[in-house]
């Protein structure tokens, strides 16, 4: 046997290997490594394209209630690819090694576990097994959840006062706009009060989270880049800063990642939600109003004083600025 033939017969078998196993391999691919295997056999093209449309299908791999679907008609980017966390999670956390676009961290219908809740020692939750408006966990005072029964209760999945930890409560849909890129849209009539989605990525400290901005700020100058790096801090009455957290979705997060600015406040109200024995609180989003069938979600990204040299915003508001919210992180 030659040389020639036993090359030819060694390429074979890995390619033979490589279309069996491939329904395993090519979710770990990003959208470019998987078109450039598609276009080498059939057979791979037939997977490939297969992934393609579930990636499309839902943005959240099937780990929310309902799917999430992806449509364009502006250009040729078909999704955007990201790892869909429906929890927050730590940079360093091993949940996301290697983790493929099936992967699942946080499963539908039932509470999200953190991977690494940080619980308040000694902290005492409710002994209710079926929590009702007397439950002490219970804070309606803003008309929506502040606090919710958490890791000291012992009520379950089903209890009434866990609204928040159930994943996306409404049908959404993300669509491509031609100046604002990926956005967040009602895919069914939406009530006013509805509890909409939880904004989840990493959690980083503050030196990390000016460290990525910095680096966001490089890419976006040289390139069309998106990053999703929420800063959130609670204030006192007195108007000092009580805490900041910071939540980066560019890499990893869910779909609030697609919600936009809008300059008149939007449809959606920010939450700031504790749950009962963990530490740190969750940032969610309530329908602010009525939202139609259709209609794009949005909210405020801050004060637009804080930097008159920001991005151009394109929200289309009668009180536009002209100008994204920004400010040094």
Not at 13 to 21: I, M, N, Q, S, T
Not at 134 to 151: K, V
Not at 182 to 199: H, N
């Amino acid at each position: 046997m030659d040389k020639q033939q036993r090359t030819g017969e060694g390429e074979q078998y890995e390619g033979g290997l490589l279309c069996r196993f491939a329904h395993l391999v090519l979710p770990y691919l990003e959208p470019a490594g998987l078109a450039s295997v598609s276009a080498t056999c059939k057979a791979l093209r037939v997977v490939s394209k297969a992934i393609t449309s579930r990636r499309i299908s839902d943005a959240s791999r099937g780990m929310e209630t309902y799917p999430i679907s992806f449509f364009n008609s502006v250009d040729s980017e078909l999704y955007a690819y990201f790892i869909y966390s429906s929890v927050q999670t730590l940079p360093t956390s091993p949940s996301f090694a290697g983790l493929c676009w099936g992967g699942e961290i946080g499963g539908s219908g039932r509470v999200r576990q953190h991977p690494f809740v940080i619980r308040v020692e000694g902290s005492n939750g409710c002994g209710c097994e079926s929590c009702d408006l007397d439950c002490p966990c219970m804070d309606f005072s803003s008309g929506l959840p502040t606090r919710e029964c958490g890791p000291s209760c012992h009520c379950g999945s089903e209890c009434r006062n866990r609204l928040t930890q159930k994943g996306v409560s409404a049908k959404l849909k993300v669509v491509k706009d031609r100046r604002k890129g990926w956005s967040l849209v009602a895919a069914d009539f939406t009530p006013k009060g509805k509890f909409i989605c939880e904004y989840t990525g990493e959690l980083l400290t503050t030196e990390e989270a000016r460290n990525r901005q910095k680096l966001y700020d490089k890419i976006s100058k040289s390139s069309r880049f998106s990053p999703a790096l929420l800063v959130v801090r609670e204030h006192l009455p007195s108007g000092n800063v009580c805490m900041r957290f910071n939540i980066d979705a560019t890499r990893i997060g869910n779909i609030a990642r697609f919600i936009n600015h809008s300059c008149d406040g939007g449809n959606l109200c920010t939450m700031i939600v504790r749950s009962s024995g963990a530490l740190l609180p969750r940032v969610c989003f309530f329908s602010s109003r009525d939202i139609l069938k259709n209609e794009e979600l949005s909210f405020s990204y801050g004060d637009t004083t804080l930097n008159l040299t920001g991005s151009q915003c394109f929200c289309g508001s009668a009180c536009c600025c002209g100008i994204l919210p920004s400010e040094h992180t």
